[in-house]
């Protein structure tokens, strides 16, 4: 056993990579391939992907299917071993590594669920689509909103506390952190929960660097939750679709492989795999030091921006994961929306998300003080360019974001009933068919099953207007409604 800088325990080990290694003694072998995938692990007649990927990239792509423990390379033997440096890593007992996602690591927490789930209403749709596989029912805890910056906040203690006392929960979903990178008391509303008998899952999606420094939030293993899923690709630097599902529940574990088992594909690319595996093993021997340098740039990112005349920074108060860099320039007139497309077109800087005031710069182990630079640059010439424009300040949002709808049917009832297309403008009282989510941060304003209210159509027809994207919005601003038979009859 050695302690990283960290102060983490964790054994010589986590020096191999059992499965990228065994990936690449299968690769070096030249086994005549008569077994999928098609390609043959040759680049052949694909000329462009070879170009751009390196044909050696088909030769780390064969499928799991090649057992064989007297081979010194059985994918599913390398693939078990590397899960358990994972989760000896990030303090689990089980870990599962996931070719889908933080989606796919949802859908198997929740798919087992047989209750009453509590679920902050800002989660992601992930968190949806997993009750409607199961036979879970959702209580949303109303999403909260920061007045000055209109970013959801996390669930506050009381409001969790109230809904676990009314409610015969099975399990809660929290997320941590938010998009935005604020975080909630995560250990006390676990302990809260707990206490009831409640499952606590997290959705770490944003969240996989936060055991690698003590200047970042603790995770939700830390916390004391059953489990979490983190997108490894989205701040650790995995192949994108790839996450880790970390768990410290026996008896739920063996449930969320059973629906592993039946929800993912029968082919999950070793190539993918491999990669948790080798980032996890550099992680292991370096992840302090590169958290602790994204750190320093964050840092660095966020001083500099905040020197900038019309420039604000989401306030301390708000922030949990400094490497998650909130700004706005509205006091200068553009709303975040506008911001992230003039980067994109004048300066070849796309950001992560913008909202109407915010905009999001991830800022990652991927990241240099080059691409600071450029950042903070585009947004000073930017910033020159509005004020000598004359820009002032942008109207203050005046629309209130809606409270909670009715439901009338049960979020699996509905995804499934028939459902019609018709004017959002003239969805005042139907029942929706399917999300209406602005995109990001992914908050849904509607799901199925619930009924719109004029303040829904309000709402949402405003978010179009300025160029929000909506998702489950169709063309000619039209929304999925379930078929209204006795409105019909009534005509
Ligand atoms: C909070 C949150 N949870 C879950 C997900 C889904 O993650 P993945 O893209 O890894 O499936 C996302 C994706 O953006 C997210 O923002």
Known sequence: ???????????????????????????????????TPGHKLRSGPFTRIAAALGSGFFALDPSDEIEDPSFDNDFELALEAAESLAAELFGAQDTVFLVNGTTGGLHYFLMPVTGTVLVPRFSHQAVYSALILSEGEGVYLPAHFD?????????????VEKLLAENDCQAMVLTHPTYYGTVCDLARITALAKKRNVRVFVDEAHGGHFCFSPDLPPTGLE??????VQSTHKTLGS???????????????????QSQRVLQSTSPSLVFLAVLDEVRRVLALQGGDITGQTLELAHSCATRLEQISGVELLPRHLQGDPTKIVFTLRKLGLTGIEVERILRKDYNIQVELSDYYNVL??????????????????????????????????????????????????LREAFFQEQEQIPLA??????????LTPYPPGVPVIV?????????????????????PIRGLMAEEKVTVLKDYNHFCRK
């Not at 916390?223 to 979490?228: D, L, T, W």
């Not at 192949?239 to 969320?256: G, R, Y």
């Open 361 to 410: 710069a991830l800022i990652t182990v991927g990241d240099s003080v080059d691409h600071i630079t450029k950042l903070v640059n585009a947004v000073g010439d930017l910033a020159a360019r509005s004020t000598h424009l004359g820009g002032s300040g942008l109207p203050r949002h005046r629309v209130q974001v809606p409270g909670l709808p009715p439901t009338t049917h049960s």
């Open 1 to 35: 056993m050695k302690q990283t800088a960290e102060g983490k325990q964790i054994s010589d080990k986590q020096k191999a990579a059992p499965l990228w290694e065994a990936l690449e003694a299968y690769k070096k072998k030249g086994v005549v391939p008569f077994h």
């Open 147 to 159: 007045p000055d910056w209109l970013i959801p906040l996390p669930p506050k203690i009381q409001q």
């Open 448 to 468: 199925p099953g619930e009924q719109f209210t004029q303040d829904i159509v309000e709402y949402l027809s405003w978010c179009s207007a300025i160029g929000w």
């Open 426 to 435: 003239e969805a005042s009282g139907r029942v929706s068919g399917s999300f």
């Open 239 to 257: 192949f994108t679709q790839t996450s880790m599902l970390h768990s410290n529940d026996k008896a739920w574990s063996s449930k969320v492989k």
């Open 223 to 228: 916390c004391g939750a059953h489990g979490v």
